[in-house]
């Protein structure tokens, strides 16, 4: 790399109201490089990309293009610098087309104004081509998958011609074919001499296509690791800055009695399942993308219609097909697009938190605050969120971060007695992935029965007593922890139907 970098930080920091969020930090990147950068939730890798797109503007330090002072004061300022970002949250409309969202507010127009959609049209599969993908650009990104329209937002980033693309977790919510093409288009850029700065907490990803890898602790710049020098333990010890515990271990604490059984369950994504789950067991789910795990928790949560099949908590029937029927007779369920199920982004973590547990926290109408305080900070403190206190707004924590606060609704809960899973670990950071196994351990040990329903094998195989395997919809394979190996739930998951 002997060229010179396009963008250079040096020695920024940046303050909110009671958070210094980066002290100090500087990061470089050239043309045609991929960069990486890592960090634990909270260690603000999103603030340092805020700070080059001009969202934010730093307290202190030197922000240089091509060797020159930048005049970065707005995201407009970046964008005509050659700097584009795809946010760690989607933004696409889902009503246009994905045209019409690529060129969003930059629509080809005619000297009258009227919009020149064949134009518009022709460029949009230009881009797409120059990508390697097969969308259609009249289509209504509302139709598309989230795979997909992460695509989009990809594409719209490159259709600026940029020079440098920051992408912030552009993979967190892939499955391993859709992250092999985002891989892929990194890898095209790269040759196409486009710099990009590449975020995620899949190491084994970061590993796999950076040129040089920066470390975040705490707001604070670590190291900048050269490939050569960079393995999987090397970075975890880097961000986490201490040992990570022991691989965690469970506890094995299923007892005879069934808690959850689902028989014959039907709905129009999943058929014919039987399953079911002891107290204080923790039951996995594995498959593919699309093999129905995340159709199934729905229908037996009472969110997807069931059309035939019973669902019984401890031997009563959860007659009715509705959420509040489920969580009345003491179901819950933590799904996989936590944002959909809902921040209220005006309120503090505290009542985030406690919002749908608060009949235990209420004595004739008087809300417990000396409860819902402790709840709260046990919930910070077991999860590793990070914040200067419980009274923050949860807008203004980091993503993974808020994440945890919506794990940790569901776990302020009382009366729980199955609590169902989805990805209970995405966008989350190596060392609270394992806070989040112990809890789900603990919460077994105390009698709850858990399902987890997860893509990622390691995470079923690693916290889960028994394991279903999915596949197109139906349970193809049964394996209790001692049996399950990777490649045994592979195979089930990929087995041509007989
Ligand atoms: N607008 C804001 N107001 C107050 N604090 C903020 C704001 N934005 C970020 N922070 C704080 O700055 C710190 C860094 O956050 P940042 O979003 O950069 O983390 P991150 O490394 O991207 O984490 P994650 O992996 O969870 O996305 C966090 O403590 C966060 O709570
Ligand atoms: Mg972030």
């Not at 890798?45 to 091509?66: R, W």
């Not at 598309?144 to 977790?169: F, G, H, Y």
């Not at 040089?212 to 960079?230: A, K, N, P």
Request: a neutral charge; proline letters at 3%; aromatic letters at 6%.
């Amino acid at each position: 790399m002997e060229q010179k970098p396009y963008i250079q930080l040096n020695h920024i920091h940046k303050t909110f109201p009671g958070v210094y969020a980066l002290r100090d930090v500087s990061l470089s990147v050239y043309p045609g490089e991929v960069h990486g950068l890592v960090g634990e939730n909270g260690a603000g890798k999103s603030t340092l990309i805020k700070v080059m797109a001009g969202y934010h503007t730093a307290n202190q330090g030197e922000y240089l293009i091509e060797g020159k002072p930048a005049q970065i004061h707005s995201p407009n300022d970046a964008i005509r610098s050659g700097i584009a970002v795809v946010y760690q949250e989607l933004n696409v409309v889902d009503s246009l087309s994905v045209a019409e969202n690529i060129y969003f507010g930059r629509l080809p127009r005619t000297a009258a104004g009227t919009v020149r959609w064949k134009k518009l049209y022709e460029d949009t599969r230009t881009i797409l081509e120059r990508l390697g993908l097969s969308i259609d650009p009249k289509r209504k990104v509302g139709y598309l998958s989230i795979a997909q329209k992460q695509l989009v937002e990809i594409a719209r980033s490159i259709s600026m011609n940029p020079r440098v693309i920051i992408m912030d977790e552009p993979t967190s919510a892939l499955a391993p074919t859709e992250i092999e093409i985002i891989l892929h288009i990194v890898k095209k850029l790269k040759e196409q001499k486009v710099g990009i700065l590449y975020i995620s907490h899949k190491l084994d990803e970061v590993l796999e296509i950076c040129d040089r890898i920066t470390v975040l602790r705490d707001g604070e710049f670590i190291q900048c690791l050269e490939d050569s020098q960079s393995t999987e333990d090397r970075l975890i010890n880097l961000m986490v800055g201490r040992k990570l515990d022991e691989m965690f271990r469970r506890s094995n604490c299923a007892e005879e009695e069934i808690a959850l059984k689902v028989e014959g369950l039907t709905s129009e994504k999943v058929k014919d399942i039987d399953f079911y789950v002891k107290r204080g067991e923790i039951v996995g789910f594995s498959g593919l993308m699309g093999a129905g795990r995340t159709e199934l928790a729905k229908a037996v949560y009472g969110e997807d219609p069931r059309l035939k099949g019973t669902v019984e908590i401890y031997g009563k029937p959860v007659g009715k097909n509705s959420k509040e029927k489920s969580v009345k007779m003491g179901m819950g369920f933590i799904p996989e697009d936590r944002k959909d199920e809902g921040i209220f982004p005006n309120l503090g973590i505290k009542k985030n938190t406690t919002i749908s547990s608060m009949e235990g926290c209420s004595v004739k109408g008087v809300i417990k605050g000396a409860r819902e305080r402790e709840i709260t900070d046990r919930m910070i403190e077991e999860l590793r969120i990070k914040t200067p206190d419980r009274e923050q707004l949860i807008v203004n924590l980091s993503g993974g971060n808020q994440q945890k606060v919506l794990i940790a609704r569901w776990l302020a809960k009382k009366n729980l007695k199955v609590l169902i899973v989805d990805e209970p670990t995405r966008g989350i950071d190596v060392g609270a992935k394992a806070e989040i196994y112990g809890l789900l351990d603990s919460l077994a040990r105390s009698g709850l029965a858990v399902v987890v329903m997860s893509s990622e094998m390691q995470e079923i195989l690693g916290v889960c007593d028994r394991i279903y395997v999915m596949r197109g919809g139906r349970i193809v394979g049964e394996y209790t922890a001692e049996e399950a190996t990777q490649e045994k739930l592979l195979s089930s998951a990929i087995q041509a139907r007989t």
